[in-house]
């Protein structure tokens, strides 16, 4: 089974750092672009950031380049995006995303909230 699994979502300060997952089963992730996404209350679903294949090749949004690194570990079928001086705007639900010429592949999310 196909199934893409995010964690690392949780409540933390202003300024604060998290680590998110996403864990692929059922599918090699290697030959598969991947994206994290965010999506607030109310708001449209955003592109994050994106990684290439082997890694070389990255992009953010304006919002959060300099806060945040996308990094993928093909060996361990996983990518990660590392979250720091967290925002309260960064609170949103992250969803992992696997694109590749054939289709896409979404996770359920985590969620990730900014708050003192």
């Known amino acids: 089974q196909v199934q893409l699994l995010e964690s690392g979502g949780d409540l933390v300060q202003p300024g604060g750092s998290l680590r998110l997952s996403c864990t692929a089963s059922g599918f090699t992730i290697s030959s598969y672009w991947m994206t994290w996404y965010r999506q607030a209350p109310g708001r449209e679903r955003e592109l994050v950031a994106t990684?290439?294949?082997?890694?070389?090749?990255?992009k953010y949004a304006d919002s959060v380049k300099g806060r945040f690194t996308i990094s993928r570990d093909n060996a361990k079928n996983t990518v990660y995006l590392q979250l720091n001086s967290l925002k309260s705007a960064d609170t949103a639900v992250y969803y992992c995303n696997a694109l590749d010429g054939t289709g896409a592949y979404w996770g359920q999310g985590t969620q990730v909230t900014v708050s003192s």
């Open positions: 990684i290439g294949t082997n890694g070389s090749s990255t």
